[in-house]
């Protein structure tokens, strides 16, 4: 198993089963994505890879992004493409951003650099990218296509994440993706609420592939607001968390 055939496993499964629903707790955004949401934003983001970004399998691409649904989408699509995702590397030939970080630019990164600006429901957010990047997502993505043909097959052996000083292949994460649902023992429809970026592997598997992989589902909060968020339990169903702080939702069971 692999991230690629998970995904596609679902589109199969459950097309419309709620897969990420997203909080700024400081915009008050609020998003959520079936699986077949997703995996049409995953094609369009794997498509502007190739088409847009002339990207070629086994090229790494550095993410610098928050917790956010279009982080989850970027590992995804790299990983469609045949590509190396790599969580806050410094050197890559791609380096994707977001615009409203003041510690990020394109002088600050080796190879192309593309910024998001994290509008809802994927919009433009005005003035987000300013022109010396080399590609504005937010006003690229939407002419990419819903359907997306890989070049190489889905290779178990093919390098797919790298973070903390290792890289793992496709099947290495969908081992990890097994043995992390068997662990937590979680039952379809569970709900996992993840407050921390995609910068290791256990984020990746609580927020992305163990949802993806169990039928389960991940609650992404950025800004995390602990008065709203513990409002919010019952309707989301949010039964277990990651990467939450010590003082945030003590009462929550920790995956991670």
């Known amino acids: 198993m692999t991230p690629r055939h998970m995904l596609s496993a679902a589109l199969v499964d459950d097309p419309a089963r709620p897969l990420l629903t997203f909080y700024d707790d400081r915009t008050d955004e609020r998003a959520e994505l079936s699986v077949a949401t997703f995996g049409n934003w995953v094609a369009k983001t794997a498509n502007l890879l190739r088409d847009g970004l002339d990207a070629r399998p086994g090229q790494r691409v550095a993410l610098h992004l928050p917790v956010h649904w279009q982080a989850a989408v970027w ?22 951003i977001a615009a409203d970080d003041p510690a ?48 190489v097959p889905d290779d178990p052996d093919a390098r797919a994440l790298e973070t903390d000083g ?18 937590w023992a979680l039952p379809p429809g569970a709900r996992i609420l993840c407050a921390a970026p995609y910068g290791d592997v256990d984020s990746v598997l609580a927020g992305l592939l163990v949802p ?25 169903h949010i039964t277990a968390g990651s990467g939450l702080g010590d003082a945030v939702l003590q009462a929550l069971p920790r995956v991670t």
């Open 75 to 96: 590992l995804s699509a790299c990983w469609a493409a045949g590509l190396v995702a790599a969580p806050g590397a410094a050197d890559a030939d791609i380096t994707i």
């Open 104 to 151: 990020s630019g394109p002088a600050t990164f080796s190879g192309e650099v593309v910024a998001l600006g994290l509008g809802p429901l994927g919009l433009p957010r005005r003035g987000a990218a300013p022109p010396t990047y080399a590609l504005d997502y937010d006003r690229e993505i939407h002419a990419h296509g819903d359907h997306f043909v890989p070049e």
């Open 166 to 183: 290792a890289v793992l292949t496709a099947g290495e994460l969908g081992e990890l993706t097994a043995s992390a649902a068997a662990r």
């Open 212 to 236: 993806l992989g169990a039928r389960c589902g991940a609650v992404l909060a950025r800004h995390l607001d602990e008065d709203k968020m513990r409002s919010r339990l019952p309707a989301e």
